[in-house]
C-alpha cells in the first residue's frame, strides 16, 4: 500500500478531531486530552529510542558476542518478552522503592515500555541480519574487512531494510502500551479520559476524541515508518 | 624468498563431515602465473579457492602464500594456529571473485570499489575514488560507477566485482567459476576483462572455470581436479591436444559433448 490512503485517513482523522472539537459537547475535553496526549507522546518517542537501543545491542550481542555476553542478552530478551509490560510496570514502580531504589513515575514508565518493546525487537533484530545472505559476509572477508566493520557497513545496513515494516508494529504497539502508564500515576491520555470520565460521566465525547486521539498518533507512526521504508528500498537502488 | 613459489598447497586435505573434498594436495603456483583449474562438480576446485582465501581452514597440511605460511604462524620457533591479524595479513595478498558476484546491494559500483580500500588500507576517500576510478575504467564502467547493483546486468555487476577485488591490490587473484551465473550473451564480456587483467598486470590467477576454450587461450597451465586430488596437470596446449589421463579424456569428452 501505498503512503496516499494513509495520508487521506490521517487527514480525515485530523479533520474528524477539528469538527468536534468546535462542538460545545466536546469543546471542554479538549484542553485536559491535548496535555494528556503530550505526555503520551513524550512517553511513546523517549521508549522507542530506548526499545532501538536495546534491541540492537542485546540482537546484535545475541549473533556476535562472546558466550556472557550472549547470555545476559537472552535473559533480557527471555525476562521482558515473557512477564507483561504491566507487571513490569508495576514491580518497577512500587517494588522497587522496598529495596530502597525509587524512581520516578515516567523514567519508570520508558524503562518498563521500551525495554519490554526492545525485547521483541531485539528477536527482529536478529532475524533481519541472519536474513542477510553468508555471501555478504564472505564478500567481506575476501576485501579483508573486520568482521566488526562487516556487521556495521554491510550486513546492518541491508538488514535494515528489513527490520522497518517490524519496528512499525513495535512502536504502534509501544504506543497503545502507554495506556498502561495510567496505572502509575502519569497523567497519560488515558489517564486523563478517565479522570474526566468519573467527574463528568460524559463517556460517549471523551472516548471518541480520545480514540480519534490514538488512531492520529498511530497513522503517523505508520507513515514515517512507510517513508522510512522507501527511502531504505531507494537506497538499495530498488524501486519502492 | 624469490626462488618461492607465489603459492604452495602442501599435502592440502579438506573434509566436509566424513567427505573428503581435497585430498592430500600439492600444487605450486608460480608468481604471475595464470592456472585453469577444472574438474567435476565436487572435485575440490572451489574448496581449493575458498582455503587460500582463508574463507575456510584447512583440516591438515599447509598452505604457503610468497613462502609464508596460511595455515599456521611461527613465534619464537614455534607453530601456532592463525590468529586473525595472521589471517587478515595474509588475505590481503588474496582477491576473490565469487560465482555469484556477491557485490554489496545497498552501494553503488564505486561504493563497492572504495569501501574496503578506505577501511582496511586506510586510503583517503579522493584516493580511494581515484583508484576505483581507474579500474571502472578498466572493466568499462566508468559510466556505471553510480549504479547499484540492482540497476547492473550480471555481466556488469561481476565487472564490477573483479575492479573491487584489485582495488585491494591482491598479488593473486581467484576467480571461482565467474561466469557459471551469467546469461550467455554477458560471458564474453567478463572474460575479455579477465584476459586483459592477464595480459596487462603483474598477477598471479587462478581461475576455476568451466569455459575449455578460455582455459586453453588464457591459462599457462591447466591442472584437473579430480576426487580433491590433481589428476593431471600440464602446459594448456598439451593438456587438451595430448591428454595423459584417462579420466582428463572423458572429461573433456563430456565437456566437449554438452558443447
Redesign the interface.
Known amino acids: 500500500m501505498g503512503v496516499t490512503p494513509l495520508a487521506i485517513m490521517l487527514g480525515l482523522t485530523a479533520a474528524a478531531l477539528w469538527w468536534l472539537a468546535g462542538h460545545e459537547d466536546y469543546r471542554p475535553f479538549m484542553p485536559g486530552l491535548v496535555e494528556g496526549a503530550a505526555v503520551t507522546m513524550r512517553i511513546t518517542v523517549a521508549g522507542a529510542i530506548l526499545a532501538v537501543a536495546a534491541a540492537l545491542t542485546a540482537g546484535l550481542a545475541r549473533l556476535y558476542a562472546p558466550a556472557p555476553l550472549r547470555w545476559l542478552a537472552v535473559t533480557y530478551v527471555e525476562l521482558f518478552r515473557g512477564t507483561s509490560a504491566l507487571v513490569q510496570l508495576f514491580w518497577l514502580f512500587f517494588v522497587l522503592p522496598q529495596f530502597g531504589v525509587t524512581i520516578d513515575a515516567f523514567t519508570v514508565a520508558v524503562l518498563a515500555l521500551g525495554l519490554n518493546v526492545g525485547a521483541y525487537g531485539a528477536e527482529v533484530v536478529r532475524g533481519a541480519v541472519l536474513a542477510v545472505p553468508l555471501?555478504?559476509w564472505?564478500?567481506?572477508?575476501?576485501?579483508?574487512?573486520?568482521r566488526r566493520?562487516i556487521v556495521a557497513?554491510?550486513i546492518l545496513?541491508?538488514a535494515v531494510v528489513a527490520m522497518i515494516p517490524p519496528w512499525g508494529n513495535l512502536f504502534i504497539e509501544l504506543l497503545k502500551g502507554t495506556s498502561l502508564v495510567s496505572l502509575i500515576t502519569l497523567a497519560d491520555l488515558t489517564f486523563r479520559a478517565q479522570q474526566m470520565n468519573q467527574t463528568t460521566m460524559q463517556t460517549g465525547p471523551i472516548f471518541t476524541l480520545v480514540l480519534l486521539g490514538y488512531l492520529f498518533m498511530s497513522l503517523t507512526i505508520t507513515i514515517g515508518m512507510r517513508l522510512m521504508e522507501r527511502r531504505a528500498i531507494r537506497?538499495?537502488?530498488?524501486r519502492a | 624468498m624469490m626462488q618461492d613459489p607465489m603459492v604452495r598447497f602442501q599435502n592440502v586435505t579438506k573434509r566436509h563431515g566424513s567427505h573428503i573434498v581435497v585430498d592430500g594436495l600439492n600444487l605450486d603456483v608460480a608468481r604471475n602465473e595464470k592456472v585453469a583449474i577444472i574438474g567435476a562438480s565436487g572435485s575440490g576446485k572451489t574448496s581449493l579457492l575458498r582455503m587460500l582465501?582463508?574463507?575456510d581452514p584447512v583440516d591438515s597440511g599447509e598452505i604457503f602464500i610468497e613462502g609464508e605460511p596460511l595455515t599456521h604462524m611461527e613465534r619464537q620457533g614455534k607453530r601456532l594456529p592463525p590468529d586473525m591479524a595472521h589471517i587478515?595479513r595474509m588475505?590481503?595478498k588474496?582477491?576473490?571473485v565469487?560465482q555469484?558476484f556477491?557485490?554489496?546491494?545497498?552501494l553503488?559500483a564505486m561504493g563497492n570499489c572504495i569501501?574496503?580500500p578506505m577501511?582496511?588500507l586506510g586510503l583517503t576517500r579522493a584516493a580511494a575514488i581515484e583508484r576505483a576510478t581507474e579500474l571502472l575504467e578498466m572493466v568499462g564502467l566508468a559510466s556505471r560507477k553510480d549504479?547499484?547493483?540492482?540497476?547492473l546486468s550480471g555481466g556488469q555487476q561481476q565487472r564490477v566485482a573483479i575492479a573491487?577485488?584489485l582495488a585491494?591490490r591482491p598479488k593473486v587473484m581467484l576467480f571461482d567459476e565467474v561466469t557459471s551465473a551469467l546469461d550467455p550473451e554477458t560471458v564474453g564480456e567478463v572474460l575479455t576483462v579477465i584476459r586483459r587483467l592477464g595480459e596487462e598486470h603483474d598477477l598471479t590467477m587462478m581461475v576455476v572455470t568451466h569455459q575449455m576454450g578460455f582455459a586453453r587461450e588464457f591459462a599457462d597451465r591447466v591442472c584437473f581436479l579430480h576426487q580433491g586430488r590433481i589428476c593431471e596437470e600440464a602446459p594448456a596446449r598439451d593438456f587438451f591436444h595430448n591428454p595423459q589421463n584417462e579420466r582428463t579424456r572423458a572429461f573433456l569428452r563430456a565437456v566437449l559433448e554438452a558443447g
Open positions: 555471501h555478504q564472505e564478500a567481506g572477508l575476501a576485501l579483508n574487512l573486520s566493520q557497513r554491510i545496513p541491508q537506497g538499495l537502488g530498488r | 582465501m582463508a574463507l587478515r588475505r590481503g588474496v582477491g576473490m565469487f555469484s556477491n557485490l554489496f546491494p545497498h553503488t569501501e574496503a577501511r582496511v549504479y547499484y547493483p540492482s540497476q573491487r577485488a585491494m
